[in-house]
């Protein structure tokens, strides 16, 4: 299996700019999660998908921050506008119901 | 809610020595515990986890966890500390009954450095 994919690995963008960041779960996996990483916080979970719906969102941090899940092979996370503070690395995994999750290899968010 | 708090931003062993890592967790109903690994640049796999079926948990490259019920504590060791070992570590907790499906509760990581 090829694992988890998300793309870009690096995005830099301006202030005010949209950005997404894109996720391929692994096939057969009903459990899509997004994290964010920094220094200052560690990881934090944003929002988790079951079969393609959002169950907990509660970690998106402001009205900016939404995901999607069309379907079970394709995750969205959208910024818009974007701001520094929202540089990170933002990374995908994604789980069956067993838990274990499998990490994508990060998306590398740099704001100016 | 649950937490996990790691002691210890950055443990300094020498190769060939004991690794130990700490982590302590909070939760009010029994958790699933699980430590990841972090290399630069790269996600986070996992070591190991415990789900209850046994206090004592081995996982990969050597690694393993002791579940400490009165301690709260769910510290890794590895025996003999190797060159490779050196990354970012990581210790989260889940209590959702799917096992860490409902996501995952990670401390802030401690950074392992192998002295040659």
């Known amino acids: 299996d090829a694992g988890v994919i998300q793309s870009p690995r690096h995005e830099v963008t301006e202030m005010g700019q949209e950005v997404t960041l894109r996720c391929k779960p692994i096939?057969?996996?009903?459990?899509l999660f997004w994290y964010r990483q920094t220094m200052m916080r560690g990881l934090e979970l944003l929002i988790y998908?079951?079969?393609?719906?959002?169950?907990?969102d509660s970690g998106m941090p402001e009205d900016r921050f939404s995901a999607k899940m069309p379907n079970a092979s394709f995750s969205t996370l959208k910024i818009q506008p974007s701001e520094p503070r929202d540089s990170a690395v933002y990374f995908c995994?994604?789980?069956?119901?067993?838990?274990?999750?499998?990490f994508g290899e990060g998306s590398r968010l740099t704001v100016l | 809610a649950q937490s996990v708090t790691q002691l210890g931003s950055h443990v300094s062993v020498s190769e060939g020595a004991l690794v130990l890592l700490r982590c302590n967790y909070s939760?009010?109903?029994?958790?699933?515990l699980f430590w990841y690994v972090q290399y630069p640049n790269q996600g986070l796999q996992l070591l190991l986890k415990?789900?209850?079926?046994?206090?004592l948990v081995k996982g990969i490259n050597g690694f393993e966890a002791e579940f400490k019920k009165s301690e709260t504590s769910f510290h890794l060791t590895k025996p003999s500390a190797h060159m490779s070992d050196a990354a970012e570590y990581f210790c989260?907790?889940?209590?959702?009954?799917?096992?860490?499906?409902?996501?995952?509760?990670f401390g802030k990581g401690t950074h392992l450095i192998i002295q040659p």
């Open positions: 995994a994604s789980s069956l119901f067993t838990g274990e999750l499998f």
């Open positions: 939760s009010s109903v029994p958790p699933y």
């Open positions: 096939s057969g996996h009903d459990y």
């Open positions: 998908f079951n079969n393609n719906v959002p169950i907990d």
């Open positions: 989260a907790v889940s209590v959702g009954s799917g096992g860490g499906a409902d996501g995952l509760t």
């Open positions: 415990y789900t209850s079926a046994a206090t």
